[in-house]
């Protein structure tokens, strides 16, 4: 049995530049357990999930990932660390933590600089996720990002720089810290309801709305068949009021509806004329997710052919919980 699994699914931390100095993604295994200085590799064993860059994952790679978490954490690893691309790491962080109740931490981190340049930080938040999977005080974390020296929820962590090393925050939701005098747990986050391991609805998306937005793209995705649909609006989680009617058509057709903001941090709640609305219609409030977790909340809830109306149950469970 493996003390440590570290999962290798892609991403700058793995991957090399073209000729032109464009970053492609990794081909074959990362060997980033190489990378480890040496007692903090001893007992690692490294698997492969995926190579490439994180943008062109789909769920079946995030699945591969969540399937290869979950087995780590059978066998009896102690903990799993997750090398992952930094743009969709936030996704398939909490898509793992909806199916992980273990007390196994499952952490991922990857690069913002890859290792062909001086200062890459691959190597440092490597190191990191290792101690902390290490660490006693890290069970029953759940599953975290640990990146730039801070650790982070993955219901609460989101990319909020491109290009900087402190790419995931808001720091104000971070559990704890790793620095030179090792990890430092400050809170133990709250954790809610897992669900069993299934593909998620593929049909379920996102429409980010702005100024003076029309209803023509919830019409659309809704005339496209989709079976769940999260609406980003503003604020508190309002809309202009224009929209209102499709949403309600949108319910009329069986979706499953959600109302996310923009706001990366204060979360939703029916304060204003439109919120409000949106509530009496029948559309879940995100409260504290942001619109592609409650995306991911809603495909793993309708996984399984399940029903609008049994899916929003456990939506609306979970987010209670
Ligand atoms: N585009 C890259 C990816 O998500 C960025 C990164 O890894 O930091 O795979």
Known sequence: MPELVLIDAGGTIASVPDDSGVLIGGSGAARLRDVLAAPLRDGVEERQAYAGLSEDMGFADAMQVARMMDAAASEGAAGVVVTHGTDTMEDVAFLTELFHGGAAPILFTGAQRPAS????????????????????SARGIGTAIVFGGRILPARSARKLD?????????????????????????????????????????????????????????????????????????????????????????????????????????????AYRSGARLAALGAVGAEDLSARKLRLLFAVALSGGRSAEEAERLVREWLAS
């Open 117 to 136: 340049l001086p200062g890459c930080d691959g190597p440092a938040n490597l190191h990191d996720a290792v101690l902390v999977a290490r660490d006693p």
């Open 162 to 270: 491109s290009s900087g090393p402190e790419a995931f925050g808001p720091h104000g939701a971070a559990i704890g810290r790793v620095d030179d005098h090792g990890v430092r747990l400050t809170a133990m986050p709250r954790r809610a309801p897992t669900f069993a391991l299934a593909d998620p609805e593929p049909r379920v998306e996102i429409a980010a709305l702005g100024l003076g937005s029309s209803a023509a793209l919830v019409d659309a995705l809704v005339g496209d068949g989709v079976r769940g649909l999260v609406i980003e609006g503003f604020g508190r989680g309002n809309v202009p009021s224009q929209i209102v009617p499709a949403i309600e058509r949108a319910k009329a057709a069986g979706v499953l509806v959600g109302i996310a903001t923009h706001c990366v941090e204060g979360g939703t709640a029916p």
